[in-house]
């Protein structure tokens, strides 16, 4: 795909999440977004309906961007991610799911004879992505299982990991934009074009604190750019993604992400960079 056409794409992304944004905003003020109103971490009234914006229009574009073999695949993940993370954001903001969050708290709602949202969350996006990697398998040869297990691992793993990030104004949005820049090139580029311009489109209203992306927009952002991960040629490279995804993943049931980006020079300017002050 040509540097025009992906262009095209991203303006294109950009257009209908800036139309989809101005739409929510008009929602949000009524009672119909009254379960979407939430308050931040300053203490900020903003709306969650800047995930479904985002959800619809990244993957809307990235459809349209996809290489042959792959758009049913982005219309899947995209649409499967947004509608179970914007149900975790509905239902997991229970007060009886209060104590289901991360893995720990959906294991051990499990125990307790109960399925929390964000179980029903990971369910739902591992299947998609499972769905996805059969959709795009490359071949019938020895290694196939290896490719289907490392697309699983990447899609999901990517929407679970974008959507960590997404504690701070702009935070999950930046790290989208910033690896949708980077994969931006090769035939399968397009996957993230559109989503790229999309993710700038809703961007500053997330960094003004009028919109959070929440489950529903960090998952579904995420597992577009997890399929675009997938499409690298190297398995090798895949399989390293994959681990420093797990890692991450894994970490972050110990370390707090905020803690140590505040700590680190660079990773500290850039999450603040265009946030209003505490």
Same mark, same amino acid.
């Given at each position: 795909m040509s540097g025009r056409r992906k262009a095209a794409l991203a303006l294109g992304g950009a257009a209908v999440g800036r139309a989809a944004l101005t739409l929510a905003g008009g929602l949000a003020a009524r009672p119909a977004g009254a379960a979407w109103r939430r308050t931040n971490y300053a203490g900020r009234p903003l %709306?969650?309906?800047?995930?479904? &914006? #985002?959800?619809?229009?990244? %993957?809307?574009?990235? &459809?349209? @961007?996809?290489?042959?073999?792959?758009? =049913?695949? !982005? =219309?899947?993940?995209?649409?499967?991610?947004?509608?179970?993370?914007?149900?975790?954001?509905l239902v997991g903001a229970r007060p009886e799911q209060a104590r289901?969050? @991360?893995?720990?708290?959906?294991l051990g709602a499990l125990r307790a004879g109960r399925i929390s949202a964000g179980a029903v969350k990971v369910a739902g996006i591992v299947t998609a992505s499972a !769905?996805?990697? =059969?959709?795009?398998?490359?071949?019938?040869?020895?290694?196939?299982?290896?490719?289907?297990?490392?697309? %699983?691992?990447?899609i999901a793993g990517a929407a679970n990991l974008v959507n960590l990030l997404d504690l701070r104004?702009?935070?999950?949005?930046? !790290?989208?934009?910033?690896?949708? &820049?980077?994969?931006?090139? /090769?035939?399968?580029?397009?996957?993230?074009? /559109?989503?790229l311009g999309a993710t700038l489109a809703v961007l500053p209203a997330d960094l003004g604190e009028q919109v959070?992306?929440?489950?529903?927009?960090?998952?579904?952002?995420?597992?577009? &750019?997890?399929?675009?991960?997938?499409?690298l040629p190297g398995r090798g490279s895949r399989a390293?993604? #994959?681990?420093?995804?797990?890692?991450?993943?894994?970490?972050?049931?110990?370390?707090?992400?905020?803690?140590?980006?505040?700590? %680190?020079?660079?990773?500290?300017?850039?999450?603040?960079?265009?946030?209003r002050p505490s």
């Open positions: %709306t969650l309906l800047g995930g479904p &914006v #985002l959800a619809a229009s990244a %993957t809307a574009a990235s &459809v349209l @961007g996809a290489p042959t073999g792959t758009r =049913a695949a !982005a =219309a899947l993940v995209g649409t499967v991610s947004g509608l179970v993370g914007g149900y975790d954001d289901d969050k @991360g893995l720990a708290g959906h !769905a996805a990697a =059969a959709l795009t398998r490359r071949d019938r040869r020895a290694g196939t299982l290896v490719d289907a297990v490392l697309t %699983t691992g990447l104004p702009g935070r999950a949005a930046k !790290a989208g934009v910033l690896a949708s &820049v980077a994969t931006l090139g /090769g035939p399968a580029g397009g996957l993230v074009a /559109g989503p959070m992306l929440g489950d529903c927009g960090a998952n579904a952002l995420g597992a577009l &750019v997890g399929l675009r991960l997938a499409q390293g993604l #994959l681990t420093a995804i797990v890692a991450l993943t894994l970490a972050s049931e110990k370390v707090s992400f905020t803690k140590v980006i505040e700590a %680190t020079p660079g990773l500290r300017e850039l999450d603040r960079l265009g946030r």
